[in-house]
């Protein structure tokens, strides 16, 4: 920094250059003054490149961060985009697949419901056909129980009738061979009708 004008000197303190305070500056003191200045200004501006330059590749190393980072979000960005993409169209599918086969287990449970149906009427109408051929055989079995019952009566009526006429033929028979006398049958009729 160049020096102060107009200050106060210390007290007993003498510059071994330059003229004295509030004297007009000589050429060269004021040359030299101007170098002392430029040599200060350089010196500054040199601190403050390597400082900017320091800055800017700072900057450059945080572009190049940056940039990956976008770089790096934009591809997870369309990973996650895609992932989303399939995993929506998976979903989708699926869904699809699911509400095919609620219908086809629908139109299947229909079905068996229906063939169920069609089951227990048959089973009724073959319960109604066995008690209609239960029934009809029961009158059946009762006719040809009444008609044997008939039948027996009329066989013991006629079987009755036909010992009451083979009573009355051995009576007459018998009171024809008191009339008569004994008779004895010949030798080989004995043997034919014996023992």
Do not use: W
């Not at 390597?50 to 979000?73: G, H, P, W, Y």
Request: with cysteine; glycine share 6%.
């Amino acid at each position: 920094m160049p020096p102060k004008k107009g200050g106060k000197a210390k007290k007993g303190a003498k510059k071994d250059e330059g003229p004295e305070e509030g004297a007009p500056l000589t050429p060269e003191d004021e040359a030299k003054m101007y170098l002392a200045t430029c040599q200060s200004l350089q010196m500054q501006l040199a601190d403050r490149t390597e400082a900017m330059n320091k800055a800017q590749e700072e900057k450059r190393t945080l572009d190049e961060k940056v940039s990956k980072i976008q770089e790096d979000f934009a591809e997870e960005q369309k990973t996650a985009f895609e992932i989303t993409r399939d995993m929506t169209r998976q979903y989708k599918g699926m869904q699809e697949q699911l509400v095919d086969r609620i219908t086809q287990l629908s139109h299947t449970v229909q079905e068996l419901q229906d063939k169920l149906e069609d089951a227990e009427q048959h089973l009724e109408k073959t319960m109604r056909e066995k008690d209609r051929i239960i029934s009809l055989k029961d009158e059946e079995i009762s006719a040809m129980k009444a008609k044997m019952e008939d039948m027996a009566r009329e066989f013991g009526g006629m079987l009755k009738e036909t010992l009451d006429k083979m009573r009355e033929r051995i009576e007459l028979s018998s009171t024809n061979l008191d009339m008569e006398g004994p008779l004895i049958p010949p030798a080989h009729d004995i043997g034919e009708y014996g023992a």
